[in-house]
C-alpha cells in the first residue's frame, strides 16, 4: 500500500558528507511523522532523527550539529544531510513515516528496505 524508498548511501571518508532521500510513495491519506533510522552491525536499530509535518524537528545527541533532516510534504519526501561523518556512523539507514492510508484508518508506522552507509578511510 505505502512504500518508501531509500537512495544516497554509499562510501564515505571521516569528515566527509552523504545526503540520503526517501520517497513515499501509494495509498496515502495523510503523512505525518517521517524520520530517519539506523542500525550498525550487532545493535539495536536507533533513532537518528525526526520532523513532524510542521517541521518540529528531533535529533538524537550523537548525531546533533552535524546532521539535518528535512521534508517536502508536496512532493512527500524526507532528507537527511549528513556533515563531519564518523566511522562510528557506519550503519543501515532506515526511513521511517507515520501514514494514515485513508480518513478512517489508524495511523500505521513504514519502513524503507535501508541504505547502507560506510564511513571509513
Known amino acids: 500500500q505505502v512504500q518508501l524508498v531509500e537512495s544516497g548511501g554509499g562510501l564515505a571518508q571521516p569528515g566527509g558528507s552523504l545526503r540520503l532521500s526517501c520517497a513515499a510513495s501509494?495509498?496515502?491519506?495523510?503523512?505525518?511523522?517521517m524520520g530517519w533510522y539506523r542500525q550498525a552491525a550487532g545493535k539495536q536499530r536507533e533513532l537518528v532523527a525526526s520532523i513532524t509535518r510542521s517541521g518540529i524537528t528531533n535529533y538524537a545527541e550523537a548525531v546533533k550539529g552535524r546532521f539535518t533532516i528535512a521534508r517536502d510534504n508536496a512532493k512527500n519526501t524526507v532528507a537527511l544531510q549528513m556533515n563531519s561523518l564518523k566511522p562510528e556512523d557506519t550503519a543501515v539507514y532506515y526511513c521511517?513515516?507515520?501514514?494514515?492510508?485513508?480518513?478512517?484508518?489508524?495511523?500505521?508506522?513504514?519502513w524503507g528496505r535501508g541504505t547502507q552507509v560506510t564511513v571509513s578511510s
Open positions: 501509494g495509498r496515502i491519506f495523510s503523512l505525518n511523522g
Open positions: 521511517n513515516a507515520a501514514v494514515r492510508t485513508d480518513w478512517f484508518v489508524n495511523e500505521d508506522d513504514y
